[in-house]
């Protein structure tokens, strides 16, 4: 191995997560070899993004046209309780212009692919290669050509089971939830305005994504998720229109729906030997906070202020790695922790939590201070 020449970075994933991390290292200067399945495609999805995360976009150099829909989300109305009382998050409390910004995957990915086009980058498919491990190395054999690296960041949380990831071991827990989501159109004129509602048996969030169109990602657990599945549309959106709090707007249009189940995975260690975990393979966590890609965006942050700040040369020896670790563990265990415990309050049945529940939300929506924190957390 002295004899062999170490440069590219070799960057698992061909989600949004991977396109981001090979962005900021073609930036710091790094060859990137992207590893991606054939055939893959941006999905239908609708990202909050974080205000602090948009800049960090204009900051690696994105383009603003494409992932800057001019639709920011001021407010945010949580219904809560068995009277579906309401607590209100407003951007102006903390002097912020916007809660968070709605980006659809395929322009962030389309804004992704351009900043990268006149980048060096080469691409290798997953099933075309043979991949090495080694406590010094990386290896990738592609059509008897061998290509060394000193460290591959695997980003993708659908090679889960890869025996790559079975040394590090995951814990994982299964919320025994559903999350339907679909969009529909409305008419009205609260617009930049979320709502969130949380029923004994579901989670409903309403994320506007033009001043008439809304997405929804409806959590639901998994008796009522296969109920809706055998309803026809008909029955689904009178089920659905039940449970919110439009009056009397007109809502049309309903899209596709799409299920898919629920569950929380957290890496113990986030290394081993020199593949480094960031992004869905490290964590995924319950989507009622619309956390998921903004912890993997903070987590490539975190990796690229290392590297500018420790001048390692060999970002790929544990002592690195172990720096990158350390810097990540909290905010991904708080965040996980949030989630886990706020969908065990708001979905307990119980009496008495729910009027602790209640007179808890009171308590914030009549303290700025408490609502600041809260809005700072997820705005950051």
Not at 76 to 84: L, V
Not at 99 to 107: I, R
Not at 123 to 147: A, G, M, R, S
Request: hydrophobic share 35%; with cysteine; proline share 2%.
């Amino acid at each position: 191995m002295e004899n062999k020449k170490i440069e590219p970075i070799i960057v698992l994933g061909s989600g949004i997560v991977a396109g981001l991390t090979s962005k900021m290292l073609t930036n710091k200067g790094f060859d990137v070899i992207r590893v991606i399945n054939k055939n893959t495609k941006a999905l239908n999805k609708i990202f909050a993004i974080a205000p602090s995360s948009m800049t960090w976009f204009k900051n690696i150099g994105l383009s603003e046209f494409l992932i800057n829909p001019n639709y920011p989300i001021k407010k945010i109305d949580i219904y809560y309780g068995r009277e579906q009382e309401s607590l209100r998050f407003d951007s102006k409390d903390s002097y912020k212009d916007a809660l968070a910004f709605m980006v659809k995957e395929k322009d962030l990915s389309e804004a992704i692919d351009l900043s990268l086009n006149e980048s060096a980058i080469k691409f290798l498919y997953k099933n075309e290669i043979i991949f090495e491990n080694h406590e010094d190395y990386i290896k990738i054999t592609n059509n008897k050509e061998d290509i060394y690296s000193n460290i591959c960041l695997w980003c993708d949380s659908e090679n889960f089971d890869d025996v790559y990831q079975h040394k590090i071991k995951k814990n994982r827990k299964d919320f025994c939830q559903q999350a339907i989501t679909f969009n529909f159109i409305k008419d009205g004129d609260e617009i930049n305005h979320a709502k969130q509602y949380f029923f004994s048996d579901s989670i409903l969030a309403l994320l506007p994504i033009s001043e008439n169109e809304i997405s929804v990602v409806w959590s639901c657990d998994d008796k009522l998720a296969d109920k809706l599945r055998e309803f026809d549309d008909e029955s689904f959106i009178i089920e659905f229109k039940s449970r919110i709090n439009f009056g009397k707007q007109l809502i049309s249009n309903f899209g596709r729906r799409s299920y898919f189940p629920i569950k929380q995975v957290l890496s113990e260690g986030l290394f081993d030997k020199r593949v480094l975990l960031i992004g869905d393979a490290a964590h995924t966590i319950h989507p009622m906070a619309g956390q998921g890609l903004n912890l993997g965006i903070r987590d490539i942050k975190s990796l690229e202020e290392l590297i500018k700040t420790t001048k390692y040369i060999d970002i790929g020896i544990k002592g690195f790695l172990r720096k990158y670790e350390r810097s990540r563990r909290s905010d991904t265990q708080q965040f996980s922790k949030l989630t886990t415990s706020l969908q065990w309050l708001f979905s307990s049945p119980n009496n008495v939590i729910q009027e602790i529940n209640r007179e808890g939300l009171k308590l914030v929506d009549n303290n700025r201070s408490i609502k600041n924190f809260f809005i700072k957390k997820a705005t950051t």
